[in-house]
Nanobody, 120 residues
């Protein structure tokens, strides 16, 4: 089993910044891909930024130039630096990882989510 724990959400004003962190723990054999999705009220969950299995990054068009995903492989941690936040960035942000334990196949794990609220 792999557990994902997010931190760093909060309430900020438009134009300000936040940094989210997501640490993976448990019986980790390998993490294939890892990143962030978000879900706003009444909307579908959408990709924000991810590291793909090949190590490339993929961003939603709406956050390009404002958000930056980074990672610390030694700590099995991924970060999301969010700058120039807008009210439309308000959502619950979920960390996800495609990972496997020694005795299991690859599986998509999700964190519990962290709320980001941007006031205008």
């Amino acid at each position: 089993q792999v557990q994902l724990v997010e931190s760093g959400g909060g309430l900020v004003q438009a134009g300000e910044s936040l940094r989210l962190s997501c640490a993976a723990s448990g019986s980790i054999f390998h993490i294939n891909a890892m990143g962030w999705y978000r879900q706003a009220p009444g909307k579908k969950r959408e990709l924000v930024a991810v590291f793909t299995g090949g190590g490339a990054t993929n961003y939603a068009d709406s956050v390009k130039g404002r958000f930056t995903i980074s990672r610390d492989n030694a700590k099995n941690t991924v970060y999301l630096q969010m700058n120039s936040l807008k009210p439309e960035d308000t959502a619950v942000y979920y960390c996800t990882a495609n990972a496997r334990s020694p005795a299991t196949a690859y599986y998509d794990y999700w964190g519990q989510g962290t709320q980001v609220t941007v006031s205008s």
